[in-house]
């Protein structure tokens, strides 16, 4: 009974100290507006020049999303307001983690989760045991971590530590490297990481789809297990054919003006290339009975690979035909030496005897 009223005299003494720091009724007001640290509160909780702090009671240790029984550590829930850094936390962690300990704490930073840190100025990390370090950096999902400066990371396993840097999805890093993308899919076997700056990576064991149309009959596709890209060439996706000239095909490409050369900018000793130029291919094939095929700036790789294939079907026929007359030469020349065979005078024979 003594410990009961000595409980009770406590409680009694926390509410009228509370009330005693500032409890106005506004006039005209139907409710009361607390302060704390100042004796014009503009809401009904107003702490003025201090931290909030709220904390849960010691809790289970199966309460951790990551619980071992070989180390049944107890979980707090904590969320807490620093005034003086503008900062924020609500979270859950092992009993004497230190997750709201300053020097973990950064300027202007937001976390929420299980063992969250953000001790990058404006840092935030929401998730299960993510980290933003880098100035301004974003960290989200599980086991994540943005130690750049302006990263971003969600996923599982993931790593943005290059300035600047993205990485997405499950076990990929920007490995240091600035401006770096990365993105992965499910794969659980191996890191995907960039290797040199301002690079783009991607893993996805599924393949590739990329479409340019609403209705997804348009663009390209990269296997899984592929190499090489492959073209949408369905013949039910496409319409109005039209039959091609290959001899004509084949004189346009005997006028073409092909050269090596390099893009400006470019260092010639190392980026050199063949082949003509999208102004001189738009003009010999940029037009059919229908329309406009390409332009005059580029070169679209599957109608370049379908004017080689048109002049090589020709050639074929070219070859054919070739080989026709050959063979009606070889005939006619063999019918030639057979009548002259025939006609052919006999040169008489004179017999020398001794006389």
């Known amino acids: 009974m003594k410990n009961l009223f000595a409980d009770l005299r406590h409680q009694m003494w926390n ?52 619980y071992d029984p070989s180390f049944p550590d107890s979980v707090e829930h904590k969320m807490k307001w620093f005034h003086d850094k503008g900062a924020f936390r609500s979270l859950g962690e092992r009993t004497g983690n230190g997750g709201l300990d300053p020097q973990v704490i950064g300027s202007y930073s937001f976390a929420s ?26 960290a989200s999902g599980e086991n994540t971590i943005a ?73 390209m596709t990269l296997q899984a297990g592929g190499n090489s890209w492959q073209v949408l060439s369905d013949v039910n996706k496409k319409e109005n054919f039209s039959p091609v000239d290959g001899e004509a095909f084949l004189k346009k490409i005997g006028a073409t003006k092909l050269t090596s050369w390099n893009y400006k900018g470019q260092d010639p000793k190392i980026f050199r290339h063949y082949g003509p130029m999208a102004q001189d291919f738009f003009e010999a094939f940029g037009h059919d009975a229908y329309g406009t095929i390409g332009n005059d700036t580029t070169i679209n790789q599957a109608d370049f690979d379908g004017v080689n294939l048109i002049a090589i079907q020709a050639l074929v026929k070219r070859t054919e035909q070739l080989r026709q007359r050959n063979d009606a030469l070889r005939a006619e020349v063999a019918s030639i030496k057979s009548q002259l065979a025939l006609v052919r005078p006999r040169k008489s024979r004179t017999l020398l005897t001794k006389k």
Do not use: C, W
């Open 113 to 138: 989760g299980f063992e969250v840190s953000a001790p990058g100025l404006g840092a935030t990390a929401l998730g299960l045991r993510t980290l933003s370090s880098g100035k301004a950096s974003f």
């Open 147 to 219: 130690s750049g400066a302006y990263s971003f990371v969600h996923g599982v396993s993931a790593t943005a530590s290059g300035d600047n840097s993205v990485a997405l999805g499950n076990m990929v890093s920007s490995d240091g490297k600035k401006g770096s993308f990365v993105f992965g899919d499910n794969t659980k076997s191996a890191v995907l990481k960039s290797n040199a700056e301002n690079q783009l990576s991607m893993r996805f064991a599924g393949g590739y789809q990329l479409f340019s149309n609403d209705n997804q009959t348009v663009g």
């Open 15 to 66: 509410i009228g100290m509370l009330a005693a720091v500032a409890l106005v009724v506004l006039p005209g007001k139907g409710f009361a507006q607390v302060g704390v640290g100042t004796t014009q509160p503009n809401e009904l909780l107003h702490v003025h020049d201090g931290s909030i702090l709220s904390t849960s009671k010691r809790m289970k240790p199966e309460t951790n999303p990551y």
